[in-house]
C-alpha cells in the first residue's frame, strides 16, 4: 500500500523559512512524480512543485519560484520542499501527491495538473504571520 506522510509544518514569521517532508512508503514504481500542492481556505487546491523520479526535472509555480526548493533522499524515499522567504500568501495546507508515470510526462504541463495524482498525504499546515 502506498503511503505518502507529510511533516515540517508550522507558524513562522514573514520572511522566514520552513522544510516540508514527504516519505513515501509501499513504492513499486520505476517512473513517478512527487507534487506539492496547497490549499488555502476558501481558495482550491494548486500545484506548487514537483519533481521526476527519472531525470530530476522539476516545476515550480511562478508564486513560489526562486523561493520554494524541490529536493529528494532516494535512501530515505523522502522528497523536500525548502521554503525561504515566505509571505503571509503562502499560508496554506500543503499536500504530498504521487503521480505514476506510464507515458510521456513533462513537469510544465503534467506536473501542476491534481487530477495526473494518484495517491495524496494527509496534508501539513503552514502558517505565515505578517
Known amino acids: 500500500e502506498v503511503q505518502l506522510v507529510e511533516s515540517g509544518g508550522g507558524l513562522v514569521q514573514a520572511g522566514g523559512s520552513l522544510r516540508l517532508s514527504c516519505a513515501a512508503s509501499?513504492?513499486?514504481?520505476?517512473?513517478?512524480?512527487i507534487g506539492w500542492f496547497r490549499q488555502a481556505p476558501g481558495k482550491e487546491r494548486e500545484g506548487v512543485s514537483c519533481i521526476s523520479s527519472s531525470d530530476g526535472s522539476t516545476y515550480y509555480a511562478d508564486s513560489v519560484k526562486d523561493r520554494f526548493t524541490i529536493s529528494t533522499d532516494n535512501a530515505k524515499n523522502t522528497v523536500y520542499l525548502q521554503m525561504n522567504s515566505l509571505k503571509p500568501e503562502d499560508t496554506a495546507v500543503y499536500y504530498c501527491?504521487?503521480?505514476?508515470?506510464?507515458?510521456?510526462?513533462?513537469?510544465?504541463?503534467?506536473?501542476?495538473?491534481?487530477?495526473?495524482?494518484?495517491?495524496w498525504g494527509q496534508g501539513t499546515q503552514v502558517t505565515v504571520s505578517s
Open positions: 501527491a504521487a503521480d505514476i508515470i506510464d507515458g510521456s510526462w513533462s513537469p510544465w504541463v503534467d506536473g501542476p495538473l491534481l487530477y495526473e495524482y494518484e495517491y
Open positions: 509501499g513504492f513499486t514504481f520505476d517512473d513517478y512524480a
